[in-house]
């Protein structure tokens, strides 16, 4: 699909473009030697010295020991307030941030010498660029922060500098909890509650559960169950708390319980009655359910999702919600009581039921593809999916593409390195990225979504604020980061090798992405920097278990590695807890592809949705190295009778192969192309050029990039072209004249008849690769928009 032109590769199972179907769509060649460019740009408007770019790049040395003293001073009509940091450790600190309360009635108007947020009384400062570093035995003089302020002269209260109270002195830990009691008694189990502890320098954030030494239980709240006991057993209990600097208290009183004899109760409670369900979303489900009764005591409810454990709640409720469940997906509940010997009733009536899907009832999903480096060539900006309508029309934006790093297998950020100019390089994509386009990069008020130009030193810049900007211009719209592509899918393989890769892939992707914790790169990133922009992940890796990119890895182990990432990908994304983060995927059109490396039964239990393929169904690369002979469609929505290549693909056959398989069909979005394939030197052979012989790529949009123009650039290019609509395969075609051009794309019309034909089907809805390619108006957005509503 991305990243590069269509290349050329080799007949799988005697279909000589099986193999490639699949493959990239637009790009440029030269995207690498744009972004040197760029860089090189940067630095003569900046005019930074060498040595402070340096600093600002270099990672953080081991902090020493920071305090901080507060002066005032009287201004009459306003005051000023000074912050000195001062560093009595062996070893310089680069970085520091300032937290404190402002009295009360007092207000502050300005800030110097440090970036700062007032959220009511309280006040966050971070570092300027130029004060950043604090030396052995130093300090921030002569560039300390300072504010302006109004209201009675009195200095803050609950300053901290880097975390450590400003005077130095030691975190005071929470007091001891009050003596822990048993609410609630099994033969395996023991529930306690307890007092909350008091006192210290910072909140309480977590409660731990001791066992003699070990830690048993780790609770947020006030109570907890310990688990996994020995039935008939006396076991002693202590509690002790911990604050949110990782201080620990001392441990309460000790609590003696002896766990229930099964011996003295043998008889089970009777079954849950009636188990219903009383609402469903996309990935949870609330189910209800009438009590039962024992002899003794119900001591819990245990709630099967098939023959798995899904969720345990208390005795005292009869309703739970089973969350981390895939959309339009059909799953079966029961449910069993529990008494306090450990009994278990028989299960409760079988209650099967299919989850909501991700756009909801009745409507169709839209998802658009927005190219990283489009900001380059393209001159198209996140912005511009604003201004040309989209954003609007629009529910998943995905952000194309990130890397994965070649030598730790993790997902790779914070790097700036142009792709090789040679698209059958195999090592083309080893290593590349574009930091700058994607934080680093100060964006104008022209190209930013609400005016404002980045200032230049914000740790968030670059498209990634952009997006944070057009997503707080439209609350539903959501925003996916897509990890590999045609160009950077060499080390899927070996990411998703073993259980341990996988976990540690997925781990540096969630923290990277979701949890924004992004590398500093010429003074921008941080921990947490680009947290709340991406609502989930996107895999598009092409291609498990077959042929990509010339040099990719693969073999017949991707296909379960690939259903086990996924899996993991899931699990660690339902673990953040909060609102649903999406999984998705692009996936091939290509039956072979499909049979090597996607377990069509299996994957869509961690997807919430596939993007399939509905392009590059026949094209001619720029090396000439695909298809240069012989026109074709690149998106038919149905086989043409008239197509004279032994092979046959579409829309319609791409779909079925899922459909087949027993994929949901809400499971499912289409892909339209918003950019033409074209060819030169073409006969008309009395079919306007349709299936007739060529002499090689036509001449593209970019110089390094033939056979390829976005669909705008496309009909202003040639406006004289004269474009026929093929009833009968829905293809939209252009053909200049004997011996010219012929162009296959999408248009309106194609567009209408083939949104009909999605809304016919049931599926899930449409996604666009790629966005830059459509009218400054949004004119095949309006189309795939007005067809899916």
Same mark, same amino acid.
């Given at each position: 699909?991305?990243?590069?032109?269509?290349?050329?590769?080799a007949p799988?199972?005697?279909?000589?473009?099986?193999?490639s179907?699949?493959?990239?769509?637009?790009?440029?060649?030269?995207?690498?030697a744009?972004?040197?460019?760029?860089?090189?740009?940067?630095?003569?408007?900046?005019?930074?010295?060498?040595?402070?770019?340096?600093?600002?790049?270099?990672?953080?040395?081991?902090?020493?020991?920071?305090?901080?003293?507060f002066?005032?001073?009287?201004?009459?009509s306003?005051w000023?307030?000074?912050y000195?940091?001062?560093?009595?450790?062996p070893a310089?600190?680069?970085?520091?941030?300032?937290?404190?309360?402002l009295?009360?009635?007092?207000?502050?108007?300005?800030?110097?010498?440090?970036?700062?947020?007032?959220?009511?009384?309280?006040?966050?400062?971070?570092?300027?660029?130029?004060?950043?570093?604090?030396?052995?035995?130093?300090?921030?003089?002569?560039?300390?922060?300072?504010?302006i302020a109004?209201?009675?002269i009195?200095?803050?209260?609950?300053?901290?500098?880097?975390?450590?109270?400003?005077?130095?002195?030691?975190?005071?830990?929470?007091?001891?909890?009050?003596?822990?009691?048993?609410?609630?008694?099994?033969?395996?189990?023991?529930?306690?509650?307890?007092?909350?502890?008091?006192?210290?320098?910072h909140?309480v954030?977590?409660?731990?559960?001791?066992?003699?030494?070990?830690?048993?239980?780790?609770?947020?709240?006030?109570?907890? %169950?310990?688990?996994? @006991?020995? $039935? #008939?057993?006396?076991? !002693? /209990?202590? &509690? +002790? *708390?911990k =604050?949110?600097?990782?201080?620990?208290g001392?441990?309460?009183?000790?609590?003696?319980?002896?766990?229930?004899?099964?011996?003295?109760?043998?008889?089970?409670p009777?079954a849950?009655?009636?188990?219903?369900?009383?609402?469903?979303?996309?990935?949870?489900?609330?189910?209800?359910w009438?009590?039962?009764?024992?002899?003794v005591?119900?001591a819990?409810?245990?709630?099967?999702r098939?023959?798995m454990?899904?969720k345990?709640?208390g005795?005292d409720?009869?309703?739970a %919600?089973?969350?981390? @469940?895939? $959309? #339009?997906t059909?799953? !079966? /509940?029961? &449910? +069993? *009581?529990? =008494?306090?010997?450990?009994?278990?009733?028989?299960?409760s009536?079988?209650?099967?039921?299919?989850?909501?899907?991700?756009?909801?009832?009745?409507?169709?999903l839209?998802?658009?593809?927005?190219?990283?480096w489009?900001?380059?060539?393209?001159?198209?900006?996140v912005?511009?999916?604003?201004?040309s309508?989209?954003?609007?029309?629009?529910?998943?934006?995905?952000?194309?593409f990130?890397?994965?790093?070649?030598?730790?297998?993790?997902?790779?950020?914070?790097?700036?390195?142009?792709?090789?100019?040679? $698209?059958?390089?195999?090592?083309?994509?080893?290593?590349?990225?574009?930091a700058?386009?994607?934080?680093a990069?100060?964006?104008s008020?022209?190209?930013?979504?609400?005016?404002?130009?980045?200032?230049?030193?914000?740790k968030l810049?670059?498209n990634?604020?952009?997006?944070?900007?057009?997503?707080?211009?439209?609350?539903?719209?959501k925003?996916v980061?897509?990890?590999?592509?045609?160009?950077?899918?060499?080390?899927?393989?070996?990411?998703?090798?073993?259980?341990?890769?996988?976990?540690?892939?997925?781990?540096?992707?969630?923290?990277?992405?979701?949890?924004g914790?992004? $590398?500093?790169?010429?003074?921008?990133?941080?921990?947490?920097?680009?947290?709340?922009?991406?609502?989930?992940?996107?895999?598009?890796?092409e291609?498990?278990?077959?042929?990509?990119?010339?040099?990719?890895?693969?073999?017949?182990?991707?296909?379960?590695?690939l259903?086990a990432?996924?899996?993991?990908f899931?699990?660690?994304?339902?673990a953040?807890?909060?609102?649903?983060r999406?999984?998705?995927?692009?996936?091939?059109?290509?039956?072979?592809?499909?049979?090597?490396?996607?377990?069509?039964?299996?994957?869509?239990?961690s997807?919430?949705?596939?993007?399939?393929?509905?392009?590059?169904?026949?094209?001619?690369?720029?090396?000439?190295?695909?298809?240069?002979g012989?026109?074709?469609?690149a998106?038919?929505?149905?086989?043409?009778?008239?197509?004279?290549?032994?092979?046959?693909?579409?829309?319609e056959?791409?779909?079925?192969?899922?459909?087949?398989?027993?994929?949901?069909?809400?499971?499912?979005?289409?892909?339209f192309?918003?950019?033409g394939?074209?060819?030169q030197?073409?006969?008309?052979?009395?079919?306007?050029?349709?299936?007739?012989?060529?002499?090689?790529?036509?001449?593209?949009q970019f110089?390094?990039?033939?056979?390829?123009?976005?669909?705008?650039?496309?009909?202003?290019s040639?406006?004289?072209?004269?474009?026929?609509h093929?009833?009968q395969?829905?293809?939209a075609?252009?053909?200049?004249?004997?011996?010219?051009q012929?162009?296959?794309?999408?248009?309106?019309?194609?567009?209408?008849?083939?949104t009909?034909?999605?809304?016919?089907?049931?599926?899930?809805?449409a996604?666009?690769w790629e966005?830059?390619?459509?009218?400054?108006?949004?004119?095949?957005?309006?189309?795939?928009?007005?067809?899916?509503?």
């Amino acid at each position: 699909m991305v990243h590069r032109r269509r290349p050329p590769l080799a007949p799988s199972r005697g279909n000589p473009s099986a193999a490639s179907l699949g493959n990239p769509g637009p790009d440029t060649r030269r995207r690498g030697a744009r972004i040197r460019r760029w860089t090189a740009a940067l630095g003569t408007v900046l005019l930074l010295p060498l040595a402070l770019l340096a600093a600002l790049a270099a990672p953080a040395q081991a902090a020493g020991t920071l305090t901080a003293t507060f002066t005032s001073q009287d201004n009459g009509s306003w005051w000023k307030g000074t912050y000195v940091v001062r560093n009595s450790g062996p070893a310089a600190v680069n970085g520091w941030s300032l937290e404190f309360d402002l009295p009360a009635g007092v207000s502050v108007t300005g800030h110097y010498n440090g970036d700062a947020t007032v959220s009511g009384r309280h006040v966050t400062v971070r570092n300027a660029f130029y004060n950043a570093g604090v030396p052995a035995g130093g300090s921030t003089e002569p560039y300390s922060y300072w504010f302006i302020a109004n209201g009675p002269i009195a200095a803050p209260t609950g300053c901290t500098v880097n975390g450590d109270k400003c005077d130095g002195t030691p975190d005071v830990p929470p007091t001891a909890p009050g003596a822990p009691k048993a609410t609630a008694v099994t033969a395996r189990s023991v529930t306690l509650g307890w007092a909350a502890a008091q006192g210290g320098d910072h909140p309480v954030a977590a409660y731990e559960v001791l066992r003699g030494s070990d830690t048993v239980a780790t609770t947020t709240g006030t109570s907890a %169950t310990v688990t996994g @006991l020995t $039935p #008939a057993t006396s076991y !002693t /209990f202590t &509690v +002790r *708390a911990k =604050d949110t600097r990782g201080n620990v208290g001392p441990a309460g009183a000790p609590l003696t319980v002896k766990t229930v004899d099964p011996a003295t109760d043998p008889a089970p409670p009777t079954a849950p009655g009636r188990l219903r369900a009383t609402g469903k979303t996309a990935s949870s489900v609330d189910l209800a359910w009438e009590e039962s009764t024992d002899n003794v005591e119900v001591a819990a409810y245990d709630v099967y999702r098939g023959g798995m454990l899904a969720k345990s709640v208390g005795a005292d409720t009869t309703t739970a %919600t089973v969350d981390g @469940l895939s $959309p #339009a997906t059909a799953y !079966t /509940f029961t &449910v +069993r *009581a529990r =008494d306090t010997a450990d009994n278990t009733s028989p299960a409760s009536n079988a209650l099967t039921l299919t989850t909501d899907d991700v756009a909801g009832p009745g409507r169709q999903l839209k998802v658009g593809y927005f190219a990283q480096w489009g900001i380059y060539g393209r001159q198209y900006f996140v912005k511009n999916l604003d201004t040309s309508g989209a954003a609007a029309k629009l529910d998943v934006v995905n952000y194309a593409f990130e890397n994965l790093d070649p030598v730790n297998l993790t997902c790779q950020a914070g790097v700036t390195k142009g792709v090789s100019a040679n $698209p059958q390089d195999p090592d083309e994509g080893t290593g590349a990225g574009d930091a700058d386009a994607d934080y680093a990069r100060p964006m104008s008020a022209a190209q930013s979504v609400d005016g404002v130009a980045d200032d230049g030193w914000a740790k968030l810049r670059g498209n990634l604020n952009q997006l944070k900007k057009l997503k707080a211009k439209y609350p539903k719209l959501k925003a996916v980061v897509s990890l590999g592509g045609w160009t950077y899918s060499k080390f899927f393989s070996d990411a998703a090798a073993t259980q341990a890769s996988r976990e540690k892939f997925v781990k540096s992707c969630v923290d990277v992405w979701i949890k924004g914790d992004l $590398p500093v790169y010429n003074g921008a990133g941080g921990p947490g920097t680009a947290a709340g922009i991406f609502d989930g992940i996107d895999i598009d890796w092409e291609w498990p278990g077959s042929e990509g990119h010339p040099g990719n890895h693969y073999g017949a182990q991707d296909k379960a590695n690939l259903t086990a990432l996924l899996a993991e990908f899931r699990k660690q994304l339902d673990a953040l807890g909060g609102e649903h983060r999406l999984l998705t995927a692009f996936t091939p059109a290509d039956p072979a592809k499909i049979s090597a490396g996607w377990d069509l039964t299996r994957i869509f239990d961690s997807l919430d949705y596939a993007n399939v393929q509905g392009y590059d169904f026949h094209g001619a690369g720029s090396d000439n190295s695909w298809e240069p002979g012989r026109t074709g469609h690149a998106s038919n929505l149905y086989a043409d009778a008239q197509d004279p290549y032994p092979f046959h693909f579409s829309v319609e056959d791409a779909v079925k192969a899922y459909l087949d398989a027993g994929v949901n069909p809400r499971k499912l979005t289409v892909g339209f192309p918003f950019y033409g394939r074209g060819w030169q030197g073409v006969t008309d052979g009395g079919t306007a050029g349709e299936w007739q012989a060529a002499g090689g790529a036509a001449p593209g949009q970019f110089d390094t990039e033939a056979g390829v123009r976005g669909y705008h650039n496309l009909i202003t290019s040639f406006p004289a072209m004269t474009v026929r609509h093929d009833e009968q395969s829905v293809s939209a075609y252009g053909y200049t004249g004997p011996g010219g051009q012929w162009w296959s794309f999408d248009d309106t019309w194609s567009i209408g008849k083939k949104t009909a034909w999605i809304k016919s089907k049931g599926l899930l809805g449409a996604f666009v690769w790629e966005m830059s390619g459509d009218t400054p108006d949004g004119r095949l957005m309006t189309a795939l928009d007005g067809g899916l509503t």
